[in-house]
Structure formats: C-alpha cells, structure tokens
C-alpha cells in the first residue's frame, strides 16, 4: 500500500485530479458570482413584471383578482394569493418583516427570498385587498437549470479529464516502469533486455540511451569473459605439455636424444609461459596506469637503430635484408615503453616473413608529426584478420608455428595511446604488411608550450 502511493502513476494521478478539482471549484465560484446573479435577476425582473401584469389587468380592466390570475398564470411560475395580512404571515413562504407589510399595502411590489432549497426569489403585491405571491416553480425554473447545467458541464469534465489523465500518465510513466524494471534485470547481469518504445521525446531518448548503455556493457562482459577464458586457455596449453614432456622423461627407457628433444620442449613452453606473464602483467599495468610514464627526451632514431642491432640475430639468421632510413628526431616520452613498440613490431616482421625477405624501417618528420613505419613482404594478413590483429589474444594464422602469445600488438596499440599516438596497418595477404605509427612532434610541442 505504502509502495502504491510512492508510485509515480498514482502521485502523478493524484496530482493532475488535484488540479482538475480544483479548477472546476474555482470555475463554479466565478460562474456563480457573476452569471448566476444575472440569472437571478432577470427572473426578479420577470416576478416584478408579473404581479404588476396582474395589477394592471385587475386594476384596470376591472376584472375579478382571481380571473386575472388565472389568465396570466405562466409556464414556470406559480403564483398564490392571500385573502389577508395574517393569511399571509401564517403561510411562512418567506420571513414577512413589519416594514414589508407597510410597504406592501401603500402599494408597492416587494421582492424577497422564499423559503426554499436552493433560495429563489418570491414577489408580492397588494392588489385589491388581496396578497399576490410570484415565485418561480420550485423544480422547474431558470435558477435551478442554470445551477445544474454548470454542475453537469463540471462534472462531465471531471470524469472525463479524470479519465484522459489516467490515459496520459499511463503513456508518460509506462516507459519509465519498464525501464526501472529493465534496471533491476541489468543489475542482477541479464543484459539481454532490450525496452521497446517508439517515440522522439525526452523519454524516447531516455529508453534509446539505456538500449545503448545495456549493449555496451553486455560487450564489456563478454570482453571480460573472452579475455578471462583466453587467458587460462593460453596458459593451460604449454602447463599440459610441461607435464607431458615432464612425465615421458620419468620413464627410464628413453634414449639420450629423446631426453634432449623431451627437455627443449619443456624449456620452450616454459619461456612460453613465463613471456605470457610478462606480456600480461605489461598490459595490465598499461591498463591500470601503475606505473608513473615518465616522460624524458631522447633521441628516437638512435633508439629504433639499437633495437635493430639487439634483434640482430634473428633477422641476420633468416637472411632477411633489412632496409633502415631513419631521421634525426627527438621524442619526449617514456622511453622503457617505446622501446617495446619497435621490438614487437621488429619481431612480428622477422617472425611473418621468411627467410631472403626484404624488411624496411622508415622514421621521418612530417606535418608535425613523427612518423614511423615498417614494411615487410612476408605472409600479409587478410583483410577479415586485419581489423582484429590489435585485439588481446588474436593471433591471425591459427598454424602452430607462430608460438607468439598474440598479446604483442595489444601492447603496441596501448604504449602508442598513451604517448597520444595512433598505430595503423595495411596488409595483402601473401604479399606483405606495413605498420605505421604516428606520434605527436615533440619540437613543436615545445614551442608552443
Ligand atoms: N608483420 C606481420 N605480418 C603478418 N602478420 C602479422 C604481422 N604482425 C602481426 N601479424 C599478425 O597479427 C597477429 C598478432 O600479432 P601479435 O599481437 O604481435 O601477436 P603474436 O606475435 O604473439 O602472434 C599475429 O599472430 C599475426 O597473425
Ligand atoms: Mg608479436
């Protein structure tokens, strides 16, 4: 009960009844004091006029009081006549004063109010010895119709605003319960609701934003998901295959080779392992902006010519040629990080092209940015793989060649981000891939602070 009348419906109903009431009591006063008091003078207006009708018929024609009566008796008028004073006073139509009285029988006409619900005018007068009463009929006359109708008309448009107002605010509150309820589900974790309302307003609005809010976060936690079984499936593969290995060497029978070949696996799922951790815990403290970026100046070409020289071996073992034009550009940044973004890139490079490949590396200045590039001709990536390579865990070619942990353009995108640069690529599968990374200007930074 207590919750019925915080509900929005019934305050709202409440309130817009309130309303109506009111104005309808405020519009009967004024109706009342102003057209009923035209109204009620114009029927003294026609009393007056009748007993001095009578007057003038009986008076003048000489005609008998009763008959003239009689002949002017009307339609919504009654008209009753006294014999004498007392008759008069005794009949108690109206409260009869001492002055009326004195008034009446030096020949006026007076106009009083008869005893009656509601009060209506009464008119006497005194003609040829007798008391001539005039009053309306007490049921049918212009007063009371006139009283009615405003009530009718009031009270019509009481019910029926009434009703209209329940109509309205069902409209209004409807959305607003379904999306109060819709809330509820979303808070519980069932995100897939989805509030059906057609309409441009406020509150289409409201359902249209909460549509879009509960399909975000259904996305989040199916990232969130996604990210947790990715990550215990990445670490599940290599953990069995220690085991297996680790077990198999158990057995005594193993000739020495099989030993060594059984050992070299578990070394490698064991880096495996140990460069997912690191690889994770990079991203996540990227994520969560732990660490403070320190933000120095340094020379980036220098920086990009010492991670060619550090992965040296692997490209110089795959006989790619390495093609490097790199200009002279200083960077404030973190330079920890950055450093990783070449590495990664490096590597991928070296990683998806075989062997007599042709890698380039380009860094130049250009419309105050800096621009790095670097191109390969090796396996490409198709154009469906291409929009998803910067996402955790994607890895485009599924073969069990690649024992990358698909983390490491994650990690690309996110440094390049927080220096307030952007990374893109463009690939042809077969043919090769080139990666660009775009970074604000430094010397222009520096002018203009
Ligand atoms: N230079 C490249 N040429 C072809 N494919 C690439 C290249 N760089 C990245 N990729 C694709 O993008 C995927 C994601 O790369 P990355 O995040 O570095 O993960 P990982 O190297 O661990 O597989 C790779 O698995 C690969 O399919
Ligand atoms: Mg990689």
């Known amino acids: 009960m207590k919750k019925l009348l915080y509900s929005i419906y019934v305050r709202f109903i409440f309130l817009f009844i309130g309303i109506l009431i009111i104005s309808a009591v405020l519009s009967l006063g004024i109706v009342t004091v102003f057209q009923l008091e035209d109204v009620k003078g114009m029927v003294q207006k026609q009393l007056e006029d009748k007993v001095s009708a009578i007057d003038a018929l009986s008076q003048e024609r ?8 009689q002949y002017l008796e ?7 006549v006294y014999e004498d004073r007392d008759e008069l006073v005794k009949a108690k139509r109206f409260s009869v004063l001492q002055e009326d009285l004195k008034q009446l029988e030096q020949g006026g006409v007076i106009t009083k109010e008869l005893n009656s619900t509601p009060p209506l005018p009464v008119s006497v007068g005194h003609i040829k ?15 009371v119709r006139f009283q009615k109708t405003v009530q009718t008309v009031l009270l019509t448009a009481i019910v029926l605003g009434s009703l209209l107002i329940l109509l309205a605010v069902s409209m209004v509150v409807k959305p607003i319960k379904k999306i109060s309820k819709a809330s509820v589900e979303v808070a519980n974790g069932t995100f897939d609701v989805h509030i059906q309302h057609r309409g441009k307003d406020e509150i289409g609005e409201l359902v249209k934003n909460f549509n879009i809010m509960v399909q975000e976060l259904k996305a989040n936690e199916y990232l969130h998901k996604e990210f947790v079984s ?27 080779k099989e030993k060594e070949e059984y050992i070299e696996i578990i070394i490698k799922e064991s880096n495996r392992l140990s460069n997912l951790s690191s690889n994770l815990l ?12 320190r933000r120095e100046v340094f020379q980036l070409d220098e920086q990009i010519r010492r991670v060619i020289l550090l992965l040296q071996d692997s490209w110089e073992n795959n006989h790619i040629q390495l093609q490097v034009d790199l200009d002279q550009v200083s960077f404030k940044g973190d330079e920890e990080l950055l450093q990783q973004v070449w590495i990664n890139l490096l590597v991928n490079a070296i990683k998806f092209t075989p062997e007599y ?5 380009v860094l130049k200045k250009a419309h105050n940015r800096v621009l790095f590039s670097i191109s390969d001709n090796g396996i490409g990536v198709s154009e469906s793989d291409v929009k998803r390579i910067f996402e955790r865990f994607y890895k485009a070619d599924k073969s069990r060649s690649n024992h990358g942990t698909g983390l490491g353009l994650a990690i690309v995108k996110k440094i390049v981000e927080i220096h307030d640069g952007k990374v893109t690529v463009e690939s042809d599968l077969g043919k090769g891939s080139l990666f660009k990374v775009e970074l604000p200007d430094y010397e222009i930074k520096k002018i203009d602070s």
């Open 282 to 293: 990079r991203l996540s403290k990227l994520d969560h902006q732990a660490i403070q970026h």
């Open 129 to 143: 010895g007798y008391y001539v009463m005039v009053h309306p009929d007490i049921d049918n006359n212009q007063i």
């Open 357 to 361: 490949g042709i890698i380039s590396i």
């Open 62 to 69: 000489d005609i008998p009081l009763k008959e003239a009566v």
């Open 230 to 256: 990715s990550v215990s499936h990445e670490f599940k593969t290599p953990l069995s295959s220690i085991n297996g290995f680790a077990s198999l060497l158990k057995t005594k029978d193993l000739s020495k």
């Open 74 to 80: 009307g339609k919504e008028l009654t008209i009753r």
